[in-house]
């Protein structure tokens, strides 16, 4: 019996430690933040590649990822920063953005940005899903750039919010989303960064994950 007692105790001790060691590999992603930026493109790190691509071979990369949407999507610009390039693309007829991308400096792969392109947007993020959070303004699931939070009172949300966060910085124009709005945050009145207002709650979300900003081109 007393064998069998020991053999019992260390089956057990054993499935202790696999257990734990299993706990460790599943908590050690989190340690970058599972809803931050290390979880979608890598860490936030400087791209180590010493002959990374240029703004216009960033837009070519996005060009490429826009043609499973046919001719309904275009490129209108995209923001280099040190972490990443960042890419607007609106909708061809209606003039409406619809999305913000990622690209990744060393290896050109494209990828919807996280944040307010992927919770707020009611037409091509992951809130489809989610239509009855944004309460009866949206209760008929038809995704709009109609608005309650106009894009005028974006501006005055998005400048309160620096006016208490970043007090040396001030917001451009709104441009409109499904859902939201985006504005670039500006510096002695250059480009600094960028911010975003959802279109129902006001609430303000400022992109944190790019890094520097370095330089932008429109594009069409």
Do not use: C
């Not at 003039?95 to 400096?105: C, P, Q, R, S, Y």
């Amino acid at each position: 019996m007393r064998r069998i007692y020991l053999v019992v105790i260390g089956v057990a001790l054993v499935a202790l430690l696999v257990l734990a060691a299993l706990s460790i590999a599943w908590a050690w992603p989190a340690r970058g933040g599972v809803m931050g930026p290390g979880m979608m493109y890598g860490g936030n790190r400087l791209s180590t590649n010493v002959n990374p691509i240029d703004i216009d071979e960033a837009a070519a990369a996005v060009e490429r990822y826009l043609e499973d949407y046919g001719q309904k999507l275009v490129l209108v610009e995209v923001m280099e920063f040190s972490r990443n390039f960042y890419a607007e693309v609106e909708e061809k007829d209606s003039g409406i953005h619809a999305m913000e991308l990622l690209v990744d400096k060393s290896t050109r792969r494209v990828y919807p940005e996280m944040g307010p392109n992927m919770m707020w947007n009611t037409k091509y993020g992951h809130t489809r899903g989610m239509m009855g959070m944004m309460g009866n303004y949206y209760r008929d699931g038809s995704p709009t750039a109609d608005m309650p939070v106009t894009p005028e009172r974006a501006r005055e949300l998005a400048q309160q919010h620096l006016d208490t966060n970043s007090p040396d910085l001030t917001v451009g124009e709104a441009d409109i989303f499904y859902g939201y709005y985006t504005l670039h945050t500006l510096k002695s009145g250059q480009v600094e960064g960028m911010l975003s207002v959802n279109g129902y709650s006001g609430a303000v979300w400022y992109h944190s994950w790019h890094g520097a900003f370095i330089g932008m081109k429109e594009y069409e």
